[in-house]
């Protein structure tokens, strides 16, 4: 099992951007794909981003393709979420989640493809 805690969410205007981290604790990091999820009030849990164990492959939803990117650092057990040109729609809970296997395969959608999660750090974009 992995321990994934986010940091680095909070209040910003449509148009800004926000850094998102989480940190990981546990098994070898370097084993698991990561990925991030993302829920807004009154939805279900949703699809955000995803990268290999190595940074090789990233996957993205299409509402934040060309403004978020995924990235990681095996050296420091992190992985992060870079988001710009924010909208009011990207306000969400975003959940850190940790696959249990190198890559996540092409069921990544799936909220159940991901072994562990994070507590969730908010994202609240102004209009």
């Known amino acids: 099992q992995v321990h994934l805690v986010e940091s680095g969410g909070g209040l910003v205007q449509a148009g800004g951007s926000l850094r998102l981290s989480c940190a990981a604790s546990g098994r070898t990091f370097s084993a698991n794909a990561m990925g991030w999820f993302r829920q807004a009030p009154g939805k279900e849990r949703e699809f955000a981003a995803a990268?290999?164990?190595?940074?090789?492959?990233?996957a993205y939803t299409d509402s934040v393709k060309g403004r978020f990117t995924i990235s990681r650092d095996n050296a420091k057990n992190t992985v992060y979420l870079q988001m710009n040109s924010l909208k009011s729609e990207d306000t969400a809970v975003y959940f850190c989640?940790?696959?249990?296997?190198?890559?996540?395969?092409?069921?990544?959608?799936?909220?159940?493809?991901?072994?562990?999660w994070g507590q969730g750090t908010q994202v609240t974009v102004s209009s």
């Open positions: 989640v940790a696959h249990p296997q190198p890559y996540y395969g092409s069921n990544y959608y799936n909220p159940s493809a991901w072994g562990s």
């Open positions: 990268i290999t164990w190595n940074g090789g492959t990233t």
